[in-house]
């Protein structure tokens, strides 16, 4: 009986948490020793809309925040690198500028529709903070009018699956 209400209380937070957006991105953590790490990302297209109408995502940022990562190093691989400019800038601790991982879809690609998602995009970083890096703030951009469509925190990858797998969990139990 408690496993079932830690599960319906997973689920009703995760459901609160993505019920209103439009798009996630999840990550994985890679350790090379010592400070040096790695994210990858997932980003996925949950149905994001501009001006209403259905939109795919062509461009977005991550941001690392200053004085707890230094030395970005774009590592996203080929095929993906070359459908997508990838670019970083770095966090600026004296000025308190985060840096960022920027990716913007190429003329000829089309992005990532609703319903679709992309993994690969990934950064190698130092972590300058406590223990092991966590979830970052990111936002999804217009290419066209540079506005934000949308914003979130990224999302460790095995709670991605944890979430989906207990949501299968919960209907067929129903």
């Known amino acids: 009986m408690r496993a079932l209400q830690l599960s319906i209380m997973v689920s009703f937070l995760a459901i609160s948490t993505f019920a209103g957006s439009m798009t996630w991105i999840s990550y994985e953590a890679r350790n090379f020793g010592g400070s040096q ?13 501009i001006n ?39 966090p600026e601790p004296v000025l308190h500028d985060d840096g960022g991982y920027d ?16 993994k690969g995009f990934s950064v190698k970083f130092n972590w ?21 469509i949308d914003a979130g925190e990224t999302i460790p990858e095995p709670v991605t699956m944890l979430l989906l797998g207990l949501g299968g969990l919960l209907i067929r139990r129903k």
């Open 103 to 118: 990716a913007l879809a190429e003329l000829t690609n089309p992005g990532i529709a609703a319903g679709q998602s992309v």
């Open 37 to 49: 790490w790695e994210y990858t990302y997932e980003v996925a297209n949950t149905g994001l809309l």
């Open 128 to 148: 300058l903070g406590q223990g092991t890096p966590g979830s970052q703030r990111y936002e999804i951009i217009n290419p066209v009018t540079f506005q934000t």
């Open 52 to 90: 209403g109408q259905p939109a795919a995502i062509k461009e977005f940022t991550v941001w690392f925040d200053a004085g707890l990562y230094s030395n970005l190093v774009v590592t996203t691989a080929a095929p993906l690198s070359n459908a997508w400019d990838v670019i970083v800038w770095q």
